[in-house]
């Protein structure tokens, strides 16, 4: 869920050693059961470069953001509203039918961003 940087590559990323295989791209076409979760201020992952891999996926996926700070949105961070949503997702497949923005107040109600 974390991908590469729960185990630490990062320095792997300048060792000096010819690439094995290409650049993956990601695009428009492919599974589209997609789940982005994203914090609006995680300052391991911003949210730009979220933005513009939501993009990308177009409409094979769904992008559910938190109005919370810190890396990682699933399952302890605070806001219910993310997490009923990845939760939904995880035990039943269900994704929100569009772009999901959840608010710092877990009684305001979210709203659809696409």
């Known amino acids: 869920m974390l991908g590469g940087s729960a185990a ?3 320095p792997c990323a300048f060792w000096p050693d010819e690439r094995v295989e290409p650049p993956v791209r990601i695009g428009g076409r492919g599974p589209s059961n997609v789940l982005m979760v994203q914090n609006e201020r995680d300052p391991g992952t911003p949210l730009a470069g979220a933005k513009k891999l939501r993009r990308a996926f177009g409409k094979r ?12 949105v699933y399952p302890y ?4 509203c993310a997490n009923d949503a990845v939760t939904a997702f995880l035990t039943g497949g269900q994704r929100p039918a569009q772009d999901l923005a ?8 979210p709203s659809h961003t696409s």
């Open 8 to 10: 630490s590559i990062g």
């Open 61 to 72: 996926a769904t992008m559910v953001t938190a109005d919370q700070g810190g890396h990682g």
């Open 77 to 80: 961070g605070p806001n219910t």
């Open 102 to 109: 959840c608010p710092a107040k877990p009684d305001s109600p």
